[in-house]
């Protein structure tokens, strides 16, 4: 079997309507590619979007922008996709820029973040996709972890990384920016090169994709990806997410993260489907849904903070007929937001699962439309043997106790898999352990063999003797009609370990107060065991999250350890479940 044969399969699969058949089909495919031999030599670039899509839907639209802000929009087929790739994969040639060299890319969502990645992939060059936000000394950090030999940006942050390589005495073989910059290649010249272009020989085995986390907890790690592992590896996202070729497909996610590779390029390019990138500054969600509506997008992805927005805004003046297939990434959707959505658009949002350093992993697949569990982030992807362990490193087979994600490798090992943590030995040793990488979050399966996410390993609470998922009461609070968002950590208390505190975001109209404190506090008894109870509230006007709208509840608890050690009182929208004579058993 030729590796073009893979993408033709996933392609057929995702046409097909018998939920049964396709979920069948999707098991023996995934059986097949879990132990097949690849190749030696494999480019993704030039074997499957020119040899497969160009060949046979060249003309077919393959990337719809849009500023959302002024309206600006252009579309590219197939075929131009290739053209302005292979152009920037040949100026870069004339610098000097060999097979193994890095490019990092710090772009907002614009067309060339495309065409960059088409040339890297082609060129056997590995990309460094590189967040906006930025500070000079981060960047810093990362250029003296792995020094840059291209960089294209924005022209607004050509400053901070002159200012970066100055400081670290680094000069890349060319750095191209869009706009105009003192000492920079203007990517406009790029449009004389040929629009032809020679692919690397690149190995299935060769570094393609140099991710640097987002730092949640410690320095960013290097995460390495190969040129299978996300070209090939992606089709468990492909067949997740379930475009179809004829889909125009869209993703709510900045390029300098995974994620962005994940679902606004491989995922619908790897089927020949469209893909589509808004621009914004400002997430403004009545200016994206009419973009959303307007461009008549089938596909939808987005984090929870969106989908959080998006509920609450008057959808009644926009047409969803398009949109077929609603998608939710990044932690797992509160089933308020869920149930809400479906009640606007008639479409319900599948949750779904992995990270930086894998594929999609387990999530609600497209067979189970109309079979999903409100909460649960579904079931695991057919490329993945994943299980949860115990502390003791014992798989955990009884219903509903927590445990960690791990993905075996006894039998196979997933392709998506990135290969490594560079030049991190020791934090591969944490990871890789008994045969078996452990992925740092935890979750619990149900009698059903459905998956109800717990949290991050160090994000879970140990109060008393009780372990407690911030996701859990969460939800719980979310359900309360004055609650936008919520986030929660565990707090240091001398006699529990721990107390559950709640930082909440209040929808417009309500005001905190300690009617509202007392009210949240007696809601949250009716939905939650005793022990899960938040025992403090305080009232926020937002929370720190990461640019993907992960809440950084390290952040948060770091916040907390600090106010105690310097005896700092907290804000005056702070309130505390003893201090309330109604709650009864309030010292429980």
Request: aromatic share 12%; net charge neutral; hydrophobic share 40%.
């Amino acid at each position: 079997m030729g590796m073009e044969d893979l993408y033709r399969e996933v392609m057929k699969l995702n046409m097909m309507d018998d939920n049964d058949l396709k979920r069948d089909t999707a098991r023996a495919f995934f059986e097949k590619l879990n132990y097949m031999k690849l190749p030696e030599y494999f480019n993704w670039a030039s074997e499957i979007f020119e040899g497969l899509h160009v060949k046979e839907r060249g003309d077919k639209t393959a990337l719809v922008w849009v500023d959302i802000a002024t309206g600006e929009n252009a579309s590219f087929s197939y075929r131009d996709f290739a053209f302005r790739g292979n152009q920037c994969l040949n100026r870069l040639r004339k610098a000097g820029v060999n097979k193994g060299d890095n490019m990092y890319m710090m772009v907002p969502i614009y067309p060339e973040t495309w065409f960059a990645s088409f040339a890297c992939i082609k060129g056997g060059l590995v990309a460094v996709p590189t967040a906006t936000t930025m500070t000079q000394r981060e960047l810093e950090f990362r250029f003296e972890a792995y020094p840059p030999d291209v960089i294209i940006a924005d022209a607004i942050y050509t400053s901070i990384i002159d200012a970066a390589l100055a400081t670290v005495k680094m000069t890349p073989k060319i750095k191209l920016v869009l706009g105009k910059k003192e000492g920079w290649v203007e990517y406009t010249e790029l449009a004389s090169e040929a629009t032809e272009a020679e692919a690397a020989k690149t190995k299935s085995s060769d570094l393609l994709f140099c991710f640097f986390t987002s730092g949640t907890t410690g320095l960013p790690k290097r995460v390495g990806h190969t040129a299978t592992s996300y070209p090939v590896g992606h089709l468990s996202t492909s067949v997740m997410t379930g475009i179809r070729t004829d889909d125009i497909h869209h993703n709510l996610s900045a390029p300098g993260w995974a994620k962005w590779a994940w679902s606004s390029f491989f995922a619908p390019l790897n089927v020949g489907a469209t893909g589509s990138g808004f621009h914004f500054t400002v997430l403004d969600g009545d200016k994206y849904l009419t973009a959303l509506t307007t461009h008549k997008i089938s596909v939808f992805c987005a984090p929870p903070t969106a989908w959080r927005m998006f509920i609450n805004l008057d959808t009644s003046k926009y047409d969803f007929s398009s949109l077929r297939q609603s998608i939710g990434a990044g932690e797992p959707l509160n089933p308020e937001v869920i149930s809400k959505w479906k009640k606007l658009t008639g479409t319900e949002i599948r949750d779904f699962y992995g990270q930086t350093e894998s594929t999609a992993m387990i999530g609600n697949h497209p067979w189970m439309t109309g079979k999903m569990k409100a909460g649960s982030f579904g079931q695991p992807s057919f490329m993945y043997d994943v299980a949860l362990m115990d502390d003791d490193g014992k798989e955990v087979t009884a219903p509903n106790e927590p445990g960690h994600i791990v993905v075996k490798l006894d039998k196979w090992r997933a392709m998506g898999l990135f290969t490594e943590y560079i030049g991190s030995p020791e934090k591969m040793a944490g990871v890789f352990i008994n045969n078996a990488y452990y992925t740092g979050d935890r979750a619990s399966i149900d009698e059903n063999g459905y998956w109800w996410f717990v949290g991050r390993s160090d994000d879970v609470i140990k109060s008393s003797d009780y372990r407690i998922g911030p996701f859990e009461v969460e939800s719980a609070l979310i359900e309360h009609p004055s609650v936008a968002e919520s986030a929660i950590v565990g707090v240091p208390d001398p006699k529990r370990h721990q107390l559950v505190k709640a930082f909440v975001i209040l929808k417009q109209g309500y005001t905190p107060s300690p009617e509202l404190a007392l009210e949240l506090f007696q809601h949250s008894i009716k939905i939650l065991a005793k022990f899960k109870i938040p025992r403090i509230i305080e009232f926020v006007p937002m929370v720190p999250k990461t640019l993907s709208g992960k809440i950084r509840r390290v952040e948060l608890r770091q916040q907390e350890i600090e106010r105690q050690e310097k005896n700092i009182k907290g804000s005056k929208q702070e309130y505390f479940y003893w201090d309330f004579p109604e709650l009864s058993s309030k010292k429980d």
